[in-house]
């Protein structure tokens, strides 16, 4: 193969997600692919326009509402680096006007929709028989069972013991604030949804890896999924290169990150300042560092969620303690076993 991408030969796993780019690429007639401004996108846009040849690419980037200036920045910076255009595309609905008007995101995207489905019923939070739950909200039957430990068939991450302690905290705290996974529809899902909807593409491409974990990268299980009906096919150029293979990458075609990775030192970015993130402390305190405007908008939007996040981290702690188990070695990790984004 002509060595399109310096290092290809002393790595399989760049080697074989070149190839397959190429490949797949040339089999489609119009491609569209995302850009986040995060690291992985920063290789797929290094990828796709290192191998598309003539294809045309149609860049799109979905702004979310809230979004860092480092980011935005940085579409400009690949603007220049690869003479492409890359088109900001507005939310349906802006993240704030979704936690306004729905309520805030806590913990991850399960347990939010969750509780905001016991919310919207009413539910009081007390610890009594399934079959009593069932009759008292017959119409609330798969958060009931969430709550009662009964909904995970396949496995228990779809029942509330998944998150230590959740239970006993949401009984001795139940919420006082609305609690939404909303965002997360109207602010990635549909706009990604209506784009394609429109659109006259027959291939999607976008930066997920493998190795990252979480609900979107276990969603798939290769780098290609033919369509299905409305739908058009997908592709994940960078789905089996691991954290080694990535740096690899980067470091032998120069690929530049955004400021949030090398001035503000984040490890990754989603959605800024989401409440689901386990590293959410570290980015605040970055944030109020390098865009304090951003931060107090943060706090601003999901400060009660920090603020109820905490409760229960403490909560956490004082039980650990009474279980005389380590109290002081309690991690986030430990709290955040569904972390997704
Ligand atoms: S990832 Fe977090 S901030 Fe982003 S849309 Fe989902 S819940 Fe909202």
Redesign the pocket.
Known sequence: MENYIDGTEENFAVFDAIVKAKHVLMGHRKIVVSISGGSDSDIVIDICEKVKGDKKIQYIWFN?GIEYQATKDHLDFLEKKYGVTITRLPPIKP?PN??REYGV?FLS?NV?EMLSRLQKYGFKFEDKPEEELLQEYPKCKRAVKWWCNTAGKTGKRFNIDYNKHLKDFLIANPPTIPIS?K??IY??KKPAKEYLKKSDEDLNVYGVRRSEGGTRATAYKECYTHAKRGSIDTFRPIFWLTDNDKKFYEKKNGVTHSACYTKYGLKRT????????KDVEDELKSMKMFEPKLYKACMKI?GASYEYTKQYRQFCVAKKSEEKDNPDQITMNDLFYDFA?
């Open positions: 979310t993240i979704c936690v995101p995207k939010s996974n965002c997360c602010g990635k989603g959605c800024v300042g989401c409440p689901y993130g999901f984004r």
